[in-house]
């Protein structure tokens, strides 16, 4: 069957979106703060002015701007980038740096720059429609949840989740399962929106309808394209998509 058959039949009832590089531009957002950290380690760990080694270890391409598919700064949680420090520091970070860290990567000390202008609108409008939304992302859930209500739009979600919340993590199916369980949906009528594989792994082995690809975060096309039923520049393409 071709993504276009399927896109003109299938009856979305729901979305589920990934946050960081789909909702939200993962650059001009996330650059800055994983900069400051990546800083903060290596001047703890004794070596300062190596943030850029960090950098790119955790995926950072500084030449053209970009990351490496599926790298750890851009697809793995908060946990697992602490524990990424610490093996690049050498030693058990202790509890004060810790909070330091996550302080960096937290949405009161952010500039969030939204993926698509008239984020609320898009949003509203796939509500008005009758659409469950979600979010599930790799952050912890109190942070998703704070950048929403930042940018107007958490009212507009019907479920939100972190790598945090119990639900598993990314690739595997469970974010998927538990927004299908809350908003009484079958995962066939669900579709997956994300900037990463992961993301889109995720929605596949979850069974859903569709998973759509967008180019708004850290991967590109060519790397999209093995996982996605369509790859979008952004999800505003979704408003014609989307029966």
């Given at each position: 069957m071709s993504v276009e058959t399927d896109l003109a039949?299938?009856?979305?009832?729901?979305i589920l979106f990934d946050k960081d590089g789909t909702l939200v531009d993962f650059n001009a957002t996330w650059l800055e703060p994983y900069q400051q950290a990546c800083r903060y380690v290596a001047e703890i760990a004794g070596v300062p002015g190596?943030?850029?080694v960090l950098m790119e270890r955790g995926g950072y391409r500084a030449d053209s701007g970009t990351w490496s598919a599926d790298s750890l700064l851009t697809s793995d949680s908060n946990d697992q980038v602490l524990e990424f420090f610490e093996r690049e520091?050498?030693?058990r970070l202790a509890s004060f740096q810790v909070l330091r860290i996550r302080q960096f990567f937290?949405?009161?000390?952010?500039?969030?720059v939204p993926a698509v202008e008239n984020l609320n609108e898009l949003m509203e409008g796939f509500r008005d429609r009758g659409i469950a939304l979600g979010v599930a992302t790799m952050d912890d859930e109190a942070n998703a949840r704070g950048m929403l209500e930042q940018s107007g739009i958490l009212?507009?979600?019907d479920f939100v989740c972190g790598a945090d919340s119990g639900y598993g993590v990314k690739p595997d199916p469970g974010m998927v399962r538990a927004f299908c369980r809350e908003c009484g949906l079958a995962a066939s009528e669900v579709c997956m929106v994300g900037d990463s594989?992961?993301?889109l792994m995720m929605g596949k082995n979850a069974g859903v309808a569709l998973s759509m690809g967008v180019l708004t975060?850290?991967?590109g096309r060519?790397?999209?394209s093995d996982h996605a039923d369509r790859v979008m520049e952004d999800i505003r393409e979704l408003e014609r998509l989307i029966c």
């Open positions: 039949t299938v009856m979305i009832q729901g190596t943030e850029s520091a050498g030693f937290s949405h009161d000390r952010i500039r969030l009212s507009c979600f594989p992961k993301d975060g850290a991967h060519e790397e999209l």
